[in-house]
């Protein structure tokens, strides 16, 4: 099948090419983002394959589903970003990849914990300008701490597995709580009792109208002064201004983000050169106690393996006319 591939960098073509000797499709890579500008691009494809943010919106996939598209193929877990009312009604198929590495997250989670705590950013920069001083990089021991884990799912469960190794208490809270979370030990609670109780938050949920925003003022007011807060799931589960209030004031300690709600304008590029212009973003990269990686959680060998591997196998099930195990649908 001919496929449009947006989004690509060299790694993305490199691991892309490298499954495909396997499957045989056409991949023809487009590095600009997928939106109504560009969709053009794809024109006389059946396939277009895209990433976490890529436009779906209902103009693109009209105009995709016009020039002849019939298959959308995210490389990722989430799909946020899809219309799928509006696919279902042109006729779009959508797949993606539901779990190409939890432990590649997982692991990334508990590394910006770590960095957060123990003030290793700090401390990595002192130490090469030759200060060794310890003022301001105190932390504490993760030993019985209280970690609470939303969203259970793969990613979840690891991260659970890795926290109960430093001997930590944990807390869920999911919607459908997970039998391998509770013999790892979690504790499914309300989202306020995790709130409350937690001296470490970390967002592992998707991000759909229930979860947009879940973490607001509201929700910080309950929390724990100087609470640690991650979020390696999507930016827009945190309200970013709300976060950079609770940090000024205190009320959040520590705050590691591998995603932004504002993300699509700055992740995935070499903006070095300029002047960012996002001055919600530029606020959060004063903050001392706060580290921001660019959506590169997902990003091991393994993971990327995963993901080119699952991608080519949707759509050659779809072009087969096989039922893709991976279909994304809504209820009628």
Do not use: W
Not at 121 to 139: I, K, S, T
Not at 171 to 192: F, I, M, Q
Not at 201 to 229: F, R, W, Y
């Amino acid at each position: 099948m001919k496929v449009a591939v947006f989004s690509t960098k060299s790694y993305d073509r490199m691991f892309l090419e490298a499954a495909n000797a396997g499957y045989g499709h056409e991949l023809i890579f487009f590095e600009p983002h997928l939106n109504r500008e560009t969709s053009i691009l794809a024109a006389g494809f059946p396939a277009v394959c895209a990433f976490v943010n890529d436009q779906l919106d209902a103009t693109v996939l009209t105009a995709l589903a016009r020039q002849g598209t019939r298959l959308i193929a995210l490389r990722c877990a989430g799909f946020n970003n899809v219309d799928l009312a509006a696919a279902r009604d042109l006729g779009l198929k959508v797949v993606r990849v539901p779990a190409y590495s939890p432990h590649a997250v997982a692991e990334h989670t508990v590394a910006l914990i770590l960095s957060l705590n123990r003030k290793i950013h700090r401390a990595y920069a002192r130490v090469r300008e030759g200060n060794f001083a310890l003022d301001g990089l105190l932390g504490f021991d993760l030993y019985r701490k209280t970690v609470g884990i939303i969203g259970t799912g793969k990613i979840g469960t690891v991260v659970a597995n890795i926290m109960k190794g430093f001997g930590c208490h944990l807390l869920g809270y999911d919607p459908y709580p997970n039998s391998e979370c509770k013999e790892v030990g979690v504790r499914y609670v309300s989202l306020a009792q995790l709130f409350v109780e937690s001296d470490i938050i970390t967002l592992h949920c998707p991000l759909t109208p229930e979860t947009h925003h879940l973490i607001d003022t509201k929700a910080l007011n309950q929390m724990k002064s100087g609470v640690v807060l991650i979020n390696t799931s999507r930016g827009a589960v945190i309200d970013t201004q709300a976060v950079i209030n609770a940090s000024k004031s205190g009320k959040v300690g520590c705050l590691g983000l591998d995603v932004y709600e504002e993300e699509a304008g700055l992740f995935f590029k070499d903006l070095s050169n300029l002047v960012i212009q996002d001055d919600v973003f530029a606020r959060l990269l004063t903050f001392p106690n706060v580290i921001i990686t660019g959506h590169q959680a997902f990003f091991t060998r393994e993971a990327l393996e995963n993901i080119a591997e699952t991608t080519l196998a949707n759509i050659t099930d779809c072009e087969q006319g096989r039922a893709c195990p991976n279909e994304v649908t809504i209820i009628r």
